[in-house]
């Protein structure tokens, strides 16, 4: 049996990528969603969110490219030294800190549990959790995400490595993309023991992060003909464009509506046509 999580970052990001994964679990392409606590679009997600209580919607923790939703005070190593309201611009100079001791592990466990908590006061529950620019690949930001998750009552964790059977159907990435990707696999063991440590739930892997920024309906459908029997989750990032998003500092743009594109003429046929796959979310992932 093929089951699939299709889960759509960002939401919260801006109102046209609020709709389009509305839209998309509407249309039974999408069955998943991480919000951003702290995002500019928060309040109209939420609504949205409860409109559709067939939407799973999990904590899209922001470590890096956002602000805080605690106190800067509280959490002084996670803030940019040059823009001290803000986390640091990019997953570089989070990464060099991190390693130069200069970011306090409880400071991120604080914080995430401040986002956790903050979708689920509105009254949602949190279905997993997983990070912006997905650095809970590190050991280091792993660890503290996953006590604050436990703390929250959350037990289920995007596991961000991509396996090589989906790396080989995405043909058309680049070489930088494709680096980044291999050197994030290095980390898959550490994952593994930390989140059998927290007793923490997760897919087999994810797929799609290869092709973020050029998940058409080409890519998709080759990694869908590839994907053997297991439990993944599909990351993706679609949207319609607007201001806002002009406005809100992402590389992906255009992308977003061939995605939303792509998800919608691939995923719902792909399911009519294929009697092994199934669309599930993190609620069922804890069920079994």
């Known amino acids: 049996m093929k089951r699939l999580i299709i889960n759509a970052d960002d939401f919260g990001l801006a109102p046209g990528v609020n709709q389009a994964i509305v839209e998309l679990q509407q249309a039974g392409a999408l069955s998943s969603t991480t919000l951003m606590a702290a995002g500019p679009y928060f309040s109209p997600a939420v609504f949205l969110a409860f409109a559709q209580p067939r939407l799973a919607v999990g904590c899209h923790v922001v470590l890096v490219d956002g602000s805080p939703c605690l106190r800067s005070s509280e959490v002084p190593s996670l803030l940019d030294p040059a823009t001290p309201l803000s986390f640091r611009a990019t997953v570089e100079s989070f990464l060099a800190d991190l390693l130069r001791g200069r970011i306090r592990e409880q400071e991120i466990e604080d914080e995430a549990i401040a986002q956790i908590r903050r979708i689920q006061s509105s009254g949602l529950t949190v279905s997993h959790i997983d990070s912006h ?4 690949a590190l050991p280091r930001v ?18 961000p490595f991509e396996p090589w059977w989906s790396l080989k159907a995405t043909r058309p990435a680049g070489r930088v993309r494709r680096l980044l990707v291999h050197a994030m696999r290095t980390q898959a063991r550490a994952f593994s023991r930390l989140t059998a440590e927290h ?40 949207g319609y464009g607007d201001s806002a998003l002009d406005q809100a500092r992402t590389r992906l743009r255009a992308s977003r509506e061939v995605e939303r594109s792509a998800l919608l003429a691939v995923i719902p046929e792909a399911l009519r046509n294929d009697s092994e796959l199934a669309l599930i979310d993190f609620h069922q992932l804890e069920m079994t």
């Open 133 to 136: 620019k997905h650095v809970h």
């Open 142 to 159: 792993l660890a503290p995400l996953l006590r604050a998750a436990r703390h929250c009552g959350v037990r289920c964790v995007r596991n």
């Open 199 to 238: 007793d923490m739930m997760t897919a087999d892997g994810s797929i799609g992060l290869l092709a973020t920024g050029i998940l058409d309906d080409s890519v998709l459908r080759s990694l869908l003909q590839a994907m053997p029997p297991g439990t993944w989750e599909l990351v993706c990032h679609p």
